[in-house]
């Protein structure tokens, strides 16, 4: 059988995947999984037996893994299992490599769970790079019985990165909780609501060893209002410290000689973390520490605190700025007072663009050359962030600028000069034109305090942005690696074709031609998956090349349909019970002209129409023409109604990304190449649920005025 590059659908299937290469492999067996894959391996029996079988045949058994608090006792277990297990900082891949099969989930499960989808390969090719890629990450990683030591004495390896995974968030908060003796606290109303929903029996834990004479147990510092008041009386009565501090910045954060949380998120009514900022690095530790020793001389007991709440006695403190005018005027007069160094975090990409607009980039410039002022900048990742990044270091050479991840995305932009000064401005609506009518309320400080807490969480944003460019690098290659894989497919499978059809033609033999049909149908079908994957390909890289000319459109989904239709008369008949039927709305249009590719344009009418059928078993499926003018230009609108069971609501967000579907049929991708096509025409697409069954798709065209 010809070596082959294939996707597995199904959990099932690849877990059968993996335990057949297990029993073909002779010489050895490499893996590489992230963190959360050594539990299957040992508690998943069929892949346990499958490696302990192989070690007994004398297959040699490599694994590298990230080992840490979350998966040791697993990893301790796999030590037992393999003949050599590593450890490796931050595995973000997970594949499987024999001397002849190549496996790796298409998409990377955070969860401890095993994908629906793999890519499978026995294409020498590929395997040969697979164990280059295997090599290299061995040569970079350690014995495992180092790693666990490490853990064992405490002498961790620093650490700091984001986490956005709950089951993780929740892991890294119980952790703290239970190896810290004593821990300091900063946190709003939110924080305290959750953790007493949450985790209270942990943090009575830490202040069972204070009375023990263990630790210090826990102090606590949070603004303290009238909302609050029942709440905080209630840690007080567990033996918690709390300190009221008025001006708090807006990131909470617990710290303990063994490592640091932080997040800025508000948490309200006690909500779950989202995003979490974790470190075990000493300089994080005692910055924090620092910063926490700052606040709790400055702060108020809180049973002081709670009796001027009581007794209706308040004090005034921080400046806020509501006329946004002043907000952009005391920005500027920051930025050229600044003696060495100026941090900005802009909220998105329009609120720089709209200080560009406005002259900012002459200002840093002349920070950065005249004042000798060192200039750090962070925006989030959009559409419009690499242009805005030329324009700025065209115009300011020194300045040194990042990309964050669009989901860091805040509502606030934050400017921090010299250590000293810091201006928080709230962003109202970012689709206005004019920084005066985006910025809303905005608050300055001089405060050492809440100065250092801002600028830590500028820090973590920065370290945060080397990451994001780090994860673009491997987005990079995962996206070479799926052309080289598509490339690599069309070339033995178009003579396969070519071959198996001549030879078609020159044989009688009734039994052979249905065998050799069976050869053609799969082949063709290979090929159309390796278009797919270059269609992917090339739609990402923005290479998708258009060969318009004008034709009718009407013309062109009047022959679709046609054809479709005499195909469903053949199944209908075949079915016996289905009654499937697609019929034409044009609403009055009979000819309508379009510059367009009529090859690509076709393949997203039968792509909707693929989906429409294939998930309408009876009835009438309507395609509707319609024509609308938006914005002075006209539009050609194509909708497919099916009668189907609509979207699936787990489906919608990510309705025309990749591998965007719960069927094991197809791969997924028709609806993402769709939206790249129609796009490229300078159209949308888009999909809605029918009120009382069935979903429409639509896609517009431009077409002449």
Not at 121 to 135: L, P, Y
Not at 513 to 521: G, N, Q, T, Y
Request: proline fraction near 3%; aromatic fraction near 6%.
């Amino acid at each position: 059988m010809a070596p082959t590059t294939r996707v597995i659908f199904g959990k099932r299937n690849a877990i059968d995947t993996e335990l057949g290469i297990f029993k073909k492999a002779s010489n050895s067996i490499d893996t590489c999984m992230t963190y959360t894959r050594p539990s299957l391996a040992v508690s998943i029996k069929q892949i346990r037996d499958a490696f302990l079988s192989a070690k007994s045949r004398g297959v040699r058994l490599r694994y590298i893994t990230e080992i840490n608090q979350q998966n040791f006792e697993d990893c301790k277990v796999l030590l037992s299992i393999v003949h050599e297990l590593r450890h490796l900082d931050g595995v973000k891949t997970n594949f499987m490599i024999s001397e002849g099969e190549y496996l790796a989930p298409l998409i990377q499960e955070k969860s401890e769970a095993i994908a629906s989808e793999h890519i499978y390969s026995d294409m020498i090719q590929i395997v040969e790079h697979g164990h280059c890629i295997f090599d290299t990450l061995w040569s970079k990683s350690i014995p495992a019985e180092e790693r666990i030591t490490q853990l064992q004495n405490g002498a961790v390896p620093p650490e700091t990165k984001i986490m956005d995974n709950q089951d993780e968030i929740m892991k890294q908060i119980i952790h703290l909780s239970e190896v810290s003796s004593d821990l300091s606290v900063v946190s709003n109303h939110g924080g305290l609501h959750l953790t007493y929903n949450s985790f209270l029996e942990l943090f009575k834990k830490v202040l069972e060893k204070q009375k023990r004479g263990e630790g210090e147990g826990i102090r606590w510092i949070m603004r303290i209002e009238k909302d609050s008041v029942k709440l905080v009386k209630k840690f007080l009565k567990l033996g918690v410290k709390i300190r009221h501090v008025k001006n708090l910045a807006p990131i909470n954060f617990a710290v303990s000689k063994y490592g640091l949380i932080a997040t800025v998120e508000e948490m309200t009514g006690g909500g779950m973390i989202q995003n979490l900022l974790t470190s075990n690095e000493g300089s994080y530790i005692k910055h924090f520490s620092s910063m926490f020793e700052l606040l709790w001389k400055e702060g108020v007991d809180a049973r002081y605190r709670i009796k001027d709440i009581e007794e209706k006695v308040g004090i005034a403190e921080i400046e806020i700025i509501q006329n946004p005018v002043d907000s952009i005027a005391r920005g500027w007069d920051m930025v050229r007072s600044a003696r060495k160094e100026i941090n900005v975090l802009f909220s998105s990409s329009n609120a720089l663009r709209r200080q560009i607009m406005m002259g900012a980039l002459p200002l840093l410039k002349n920070a950065s050359e005249r004042q000798k002022v060192k200039i750090r900048m962070l925006l989030p990742s959009s559409d419009k962030s690499e242009q805005l990044i030329e324009q700025i270091k065209s115009n300011v050479p020194k300045i040194d600028i990042r990309a964050i991840s669009a989901n860091l995305e805040t509502k606030i932009s934050i400017l921090v000069v010299d250590s000293k000064q810091c201006l928080i401005l709230e962003l109202k609506d970012d689709k206005q034109s004019t920084s005066y009518d985006a910025v809303g309320l905005s608050t300055y400080s001089i405060s050492p305090t809440i100065t250092s807490s801002y600028l830590a969480v500028f820090e973590s944003f920065w370290r945060q942005a080397e990451l994001f460019e780090k994860m673009k690098e491997v987005e990079l290659l995962e996206k070479d690696f799926i052309n080289f894989a598509a490339h690599e497919l069309r070339n033995p499978v178009q003579p396969i074709i070519g071959f198996s059809e001549l030879l078609y033609s020159k044989i009688d033999n009734h039994e052979h031609k249905r065998l050799l049909d069976e050869v053609i149908l799969n082949a063709k079908r290979l090929e159309r998956l390796a278009l797919i994957m270059l269609d992917v390909t090339r739609i990402e890289n923005n290479s998708l090349v258009l060969r318009k000319e004008i034709v009718d459109t009407s013309e062109i989904l009047r022959d679709t349909v046609d054809s479709y239709n005499r195909k469903l008369e053949e199944r209908n008949v075949e079915r016996n019970n289905e009654n499937t039927k697609l019929i034409i709305i044009q609403n009055g249009i009979k000819n309508i002209n379009a510059t367009i590719d009529k090859v690509r344009i076709t393949q997203v009418i039968c792509n909707i129409l693929d989906n429409a059928i294939s998930f309408s078993h009876e009835g009438k499926i309507r395609v509707i023409l319609n024509r609308v003018k938006r914005n002075g230009q006209n539009f050609l609108i194509i909708s497919v109604k099916d009668m189907g069971p609509g979207i699936d609501p787990e489906i919608w967000p990510k309705l025309f990304t990749k591998f965007a579907s719960k069927s094991d049929m197809g791969t997924g991708l028709g609806l993402f190449i769709s939206k790249g096509i129609v796009e490229a025409h300078g159209g949308k697409i888009w999909a809605e649920n029918n009120p009382h069954r069935g979903a429409t798709f639509s896609f517009s065209l431009p077409i002449e005025n």
